[in-house]
């Protein structure tokens, strides 16, 4: 099974994508996780990426189309994938379509986890994340129950730097502009399902499994 998550900023990808990989055997390719531990080890794509990643601007599709090359040609992708974080404009389906055909593999679902400005500005501004395990809480919704620990792995938690208000817009303003327009690329394959992702995460994570196992 291979599946793609659209969704703006918030909609809550990361956290349906670790659910869903784990419930499936699937892998989960996340372009902003790949992103920030190469931020983290200072690798030369890390420090290439970093500043557009802080300002919430996108980072440079062929920046993105040699990491993702790496990516799709390690072997636990072979089992089947969640892909979160990407494609986020045209270029990049396109690029992702060249990926798929010279493995002889294609896309069977994609699904669109929609949701209000609203709630995503609420989610995000008080996201936590594992710094060990990449594990997501929140600070009202969904609170560690030790205080900026993971509950999981037992590591600090940290606030994402681009989950800052002003960065959470301009992160919707260049997902309006540029990755919106996948959504109908999508439609126009018959691969994409909408969700409405405003409410309970288990809620959509039962309606993608569904839909996966259709
Ligand atoms: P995310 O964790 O998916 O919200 O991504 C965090 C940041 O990483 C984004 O705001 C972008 O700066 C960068 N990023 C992640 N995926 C992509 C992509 N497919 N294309 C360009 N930039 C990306």
């Known amino acids: 099974m291979r599946i793609i998550l659209l969704g703006?900023?918030?909609?809550?990808k990361g956290t349906q994508a670790k659910s869903l990989a784990e419930e499936l055997a699937l892998a989960h390719v996340s372009t902003g996780d790949i992103l920030r531990q190469n931020v983290k080890d200072a690798t030369s794509l890390g420090k290439e990426a970093k500043d557009f990643m802080d300002r919430g601007l996108l980072v440079?599709?062929?920046l993105m189309a040699k990491m993702l090359q790496e990516r799709f040609a390690q072997a636990d992708v072979r089992k089947g994938f969640i892909l979160d974080g990407y494609p986020r404009n045209l270029a990049q389906a396109k690029t992702l379509e060249d990926i798929f055909s010279i493995q002889g593999i294609d896309v069977d679902l994609v699904v669109y986890l929609d949701s209000s400005e609203e709630v995503i500005i609420q989610r995000l501004s008080g996201r936590l994340v594992c710094?060990?395990?990449g594990a997501n809480f929140h600070k009202t919704n969904m609170p560690p129950k030790r205080d900026g620990i993971c509950d999981k792995c037992g590591a600090a938690l940290y606030q994402r730097s681009d989950d800052k208000v002003e960065t959470i817009k301009r992160r919707l303003e260049v997902y309006k502009k540029e990755t919106s327009d996948l959504i109908e690329y999508y439609q126009g394959k018959n691969k994409l399902h909408r969700l409405d992702a405003d409410g309970q995460?288990?809620?959509?994570l039962s309606q993608i499994v569904a839909l996966a196992k259709q």
């Open 8 to 12: 703006p900023p918030g909609a809550g």
């Open 60 to 62: 440079p599709d062929e």
């Open 131 to 133: 710094s060990k395990c």
């Open 201 to 204: 995460a288990t809620i959509v």
